[in-house]
C-alpha cells in the first residue's frame, strides 16, 4: 500500500484497538433534513470531538464543520438520486477525486448496489473510484446495502456485498450487521465498519447491535442516526467508543451512559468568522 493511502488508513483507525468510532452525518444526500440532522451544523459540533472520524458531504462539510477540525473526514461522492424515486440504485460519482484531496479527506465512501437495477454501474463506479483512490492515497470505503437493499439483509447477501467491493479494490467496506455476522467478516479482506440503521427501541439495542458487530470482528461501527436520534447523544457516542475501543460489555457501556448523562454538556466553541 501507497505511504500516503497507508497514512491515510491509519487515521481512521486507532492504533491501539485497531478499531473506529465513526459517525454518519451524510444521509440528507439522498433523505433531506432528516429528524433531528435538520440543523446539521448543531447535531454535528457536540458530537465531532469523540468521534475518529465523521462521514458526509461536500456540502455539509464545507458549510456546517469548522475547518480547524482534527478529526478525520471520510467524504461521500456517490449520489443523484432522492428518496423520491422508486429505485434508489440509479446513483453516480457526484465529487471528484480532486475535490476530495483539496478538502483533504482521509477516505472517500460510496454506495454500491449490488443485486439492484443499477448493480453494474455502482460497482462499476467502485472500480474506477479505487483507481483514483490508489492515485492519489485516498482510500475508499464501499458502502453496501442501503436504502432498500436494507430488507435484503442477510448474511448470504452481505458477505456477497461486501466480499465483491473487496475484490473490485475498496480498502474498507461499511455494512450492517446480521445474524452470522461473523461470516460476512471472515469472507472480506479488508476491514468492516457497521451501520446502525433506523434508531432502534433503545439505546442499550444500539449499544447491544456495536458489542455483537465487534465480538463477530467488525473493526467498528459507523453510526449515525442510534446516536443523534437518541436522546444523549454524546454520552451515547461515550458509551459506544467504550465498547469498540475498550472492549466494554454492554452493561459497562451502559454504565457509562449512565455516568454521561449526569454531566453538563460542553458548549462547542464558536467558528471563526
Ligand atoms: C446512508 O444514508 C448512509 O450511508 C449512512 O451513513 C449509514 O446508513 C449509517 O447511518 P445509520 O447508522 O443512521 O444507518
New binding site residues.
Given amino acids: 500500500m501507497d505511504w500516503g493511502l497507508a497514512n491515510r488508513m491509519h487515521r481512521l483507525f486507532s492504533p491501539s484497538s485497531g478499531n473506529s468510532v465513526m459517525l ?4 440528507g ?3 433531506g433534513p432528516t429528524h433531528h440532522l435538520e440543523d446539521a451544523r448543531a447535531t454535528i459540533a457536540p458530537l465531532l470531538p469523540h468521534a475518529d472520524a465523521v ?1 458526509l458531504t461536500r456540502g455539509i462539510l464545507r458549510r456546517c464543520v469548522d475547518p480547524t477540525t482534527s478529526t478525520p473526514v471520510v467524504l ?1 461522492v456517490s449520489g443523484g438520486v432522492t428518496v423520491l424515486k422508486e429505485d434508489l440504485s440509479d446513483e453516480a460519482i457526484t465529487t471528484s477525486m480532486e475535490e476530495a484531496a483539496r478538502l483533504n479527506v482521509s477516505a472517500v ?1 460510496l ?1 454500491v448496489f449490488v443485486g439492484a437495477p443499477h448493480e453494474h454501474e455502482s460497482l462499476v463506479h467502485l472500480g474506477e473510484l479505487v483507481d483514483g483512490g490508489e492515485e492519489y492515497g485516498i482510500p475508499v470505503m464501499a ?1 453496501t446495502a ?2 432498500k437493499e436494507l430488507e435484503k439483509r442477510d448474511q448470504r447477501y452481505l458477505a456477497l456485498a461486501c466480499r465483491v467491493s473487496a475484490e473490485l479494490g475498496a480498502h474498507l467496506v ?1 455494512t450492517y450487521y446480521c445474524d452470522g455476522f461473523a461470516k460476512v467478516v471472515e469472507a472480506c479482506p479488508v476491514p468492516i465498519v457497521v ?4 434508531k432502534l427501541d433503545s439505546d442499550e439495542a444500539a449499544l447491544t447491535l456495536a458489542r455483537d458487530a465487534i465480538d463477530a470482528g467488525a473493526h467498528g461501527i ?5 446516536i443523534w436520534q437518541s436522546d444523549h447523544p454524546v454520552p451515547m457516542l461515550k458509551a459506544l467508543r467504550a465498547i469498540v475501543h475498550d472492549r466494554a460489555t454492554v452493561r459497562e457501556a451502559l454504565a457509562v451512559l449512565e455516568r454521561e448523562k449526569g454531566r453538563p454538556r460542553a458548549v462547542p466553541p464558536t467558528p471563526a468568522a
Fill in positions: 454518519a452525518v451524510d444521509h444526500y439522498f433523505m462521514a461521500r465512501a454506495s458502502i442501503v436504502g461499511k451501520a446502525g440503521g433506523p459507523d453510526m449515525g442516526r442510534n
